[in-house]
């Protein structure tokens, strides 16, 4: 099979080093890829939605399948745009239709899809420019901490979480009136806080069947402790070791199939990944988000433990037979450190040469916002590298993977030492 992959970042590499080892890929493409996926794959420079451009490079590599990276393709309607072209329908497309994939696209949506299936959300209500005061109204009946969020997409930095209740209406104000987010938070979602401990569980499923993929927890926050900003992610660990099986029998029971089963009833054609953001209340699991594909960092850490050929899976997925396969799973642990560029999330340096990538052998390195340049790997974006490490617990893993950062080099790198503090 020729295998076409969507996107270019850490996700996206760990895709490609799992695919690539299977016997099933035949040639591997990546659009537009980066440094890492250059090593094992074609990079095609092509912007992620532009289908026209993506469809020519499908008919000339004889693509076979396409699995779509981040969300914005999907919101936009990739897998949409190959259904409906008469050269492009029979290919694979490994992510949902844009009408599932407004779980992620839209927070109102999602949250509204939620209460349709009685799966355990926070309290919640929107609000637009239009009723701005009812916002601010809404707020003062809340106990704080006030969480807000914006609609729509805004790359993992549209959810603010404060404590003072005029911060809260002001931010309200920034995002409404004065577009904080631009387009994105031209809706904004409040919700009630819930107070418990965060992971995230990943589905992979054909529409009618699912299977469960090891659990992870991610660590948005720039600072260590978690405070400062948020950020893409600067680490994970799977599995989450609080996540024992009667946790999973309740998140399966109470949250999965319920997720699937409304995706049916509501006709959303779903054929991918369900990322579902929860939190532990007490012994409780409650729905903070869906994302429509893998989560990044967590891929990092999710993947390198699944025994399965990946391309398998996928051509499971694309024919409706995920029942027909059993998922084998590593029992060891996995962490992901990620290095970032000095500034990240808020303005940074491009453009800086990363040295001992060679020297690092006891971990996995997934390149990010890294490209290759005259002969060397510079950096290209906020979240430049993550570490991936395997040990008999995930202290073990977390430990070799700081082991092979402190072989690793690039000005002004920055890393959260951390990760995994609060379990």
Partial sequence: MNILII?????EHTFAWKISSSPLCDQLFVAPGNSGTAGIATNIPIDLN?????????IKQAIDMVVVGPEDPLVRGIHDFFLNDDALHHIAVIGPEASAAQLEGSKEFAKEFMYRHQIPTAAYQSFTSENVEEGYSFLETLNPPYVLKADGLAAGKGVLILKDLNDAKEELKH???????????QKVVIEEFLDGIELSCFVLTDGNNYKILPTAKDYKRIGEGDTGLNTGGMGAVS???????EFMNKIENRIIKPTVEGL??????????IFIGLIKVNDDPFVIEYNVRMGDPETEAVLPRLKNDLVELFMAVSKGTLNEVTIEIDEQAASTIVLVSGGYPESYEKGK???GIENVDESLIFHAGAKNEDGMTITSGGR????TSLGNNFEEAIQKSYRSIDKLHFDKMYF????????
Avoid at 7 to 11: A, N
Avoid at 264 to 273: A, R, S, V
């Fill in 7 to 11: 996107g270019s970042g850490g996700r």
């Fill in 50 to 58: 532009d289908f026209e451009t993506i469809k020519d490079l499908a």
């Fill in 175 to 185: 995002m409404l009136l004065d577009s904080k987010f631009g387009k994105a938070s």
């Fill in 239 to 245: 599995p989450v070791p609080f996540a024992d099986e």
């Fill in 264 to 273: 049916k009833k509501d006709n959303l054609p779903y054929k991918g990944f």
């Fill in 353 to 355: 040469a990363i040295s």
């Fill in 384 to 387: 430049v590298l993550a570490i």
């Fill in 416 to 423: 959260r030492k951390d990760i995994g503090f609060d379990l």
